[in-house]
T-cell receptor, first 113, second 114 residues
Framework: DQQVKQNSPSLSVQEGRISILNCDYT??????FLWYKKYPAEGPTFLIS?????DKNEDGRFTVFLNKSAKHLSLHIVPSQPGDSAVYFC????????????FGAGTILRVKS | NAGVTQTPKFQVLKTGQSMTLQCAQD?????MYWYRQDPGMGLRLIYY???????DKGEVPNGYNVSRLNKREFSLRLESAAPSQTSVYFC?????????????FGEGSRLTVL
């Protein structure tokens, strides 16, 4: 049973438009949610996070929204750029368990120019 | 500043062979982790080490052993490789006090077991 789910294996978006990547979770005890970005043949890199006590966190073109009642979070990228094409992993963390992240399966984002 | 370095980057094994994946970090982090990435499964935690001298099992520890050699190094050993262990392996490190969960990953080691 996956605690963190990314139900869309892939997403294709036109350059300049908004990309919305979605993630659902089942464990209401998670304290932080994170997004990681991964290019081929590289390791994942941290992109943005949000605490469970907040509903929005913004960093430049990237915004993460958290809806705790729906156990759902989303990553918005505006405007999307071809360099954003990568695999995006949603992850969740419980502070009392250390930084043992639970990851979703990932969504492949392709931004077309 | 190299960050997290993994060796080897590629390895092909026959069933039953053993090997060790090496990982070293130069960020003075206390915690280190081994994950495996499989298609459709995301990244799954194999073992982690909260601090030097401690190790503990993650979600998928069967068939693996680890050694936290010192603060910098954390190795993953496959004693008798099986085709189900064909995967991409990632080592990561973090500051335990950074409770947000930000991990720093290596570039990965692609292992194929025939």
């Amino acid at each position: 049973d996956q605690q963190v789910k990314q139900n869309s294996p892939s997403l294709s978006v036109q350059e300049g438009r908004i990309s919305i990547l979605n993630c659902d979770y089942t464990n209401s005890m998670f304290d932080y949610f994170l997004w990681y970005k991964k290019y081929p043949a590289e390791g994942p890199t941290f992109l943005i996070s949000i605490s469970s006590i907040k509903d929005k966190n913004e960093d430049g073109r990237f915004t993460v929204f958290l809806n705790k009642s729906a156990k759902h979070l989303s990553l918005h990228i505006v405007p999307s750029q071809p360099g954003d094409s990568a695999v995006y992993f949603c992850a969740a963390n419980r502070v009392e368990y250390g930084n043992k992240l639970v990851f979703g399966a990932g969504t492949i984002l392709r931004v077309k120019s | 500043n190299a960050g997290v370095t993994q060796t080897p980057k590629f390895q092909v094994l026959k069933t039953g062979q053993s090997m060790t994946l090496q990982c070293a970090q130069d960020m003075n982090h206390n915690s280190m982790y081994w994950y495996r990435q499989d298609p459709g499964m995301g990244l799954r935690l194999i073992y982690y080490s909260a601090s030097e001298g401690t190790t503990d099992k993650g979600e998928v520890p069967n068939g693996y052993n680890v050694s936290r050699l010192n603060k910098r190094e954390f190795s993953l050993r496959l004693e008798s490789a099986a085709p189900s262990q064909t995967s991409v392996y990632f080592c990561a490190s973090s500051e335990l006090q950074a409770n947000t969960g930000e991990l720093f990953f290596g570039e990965g080691s692609r292992l194929t077991v025939l």
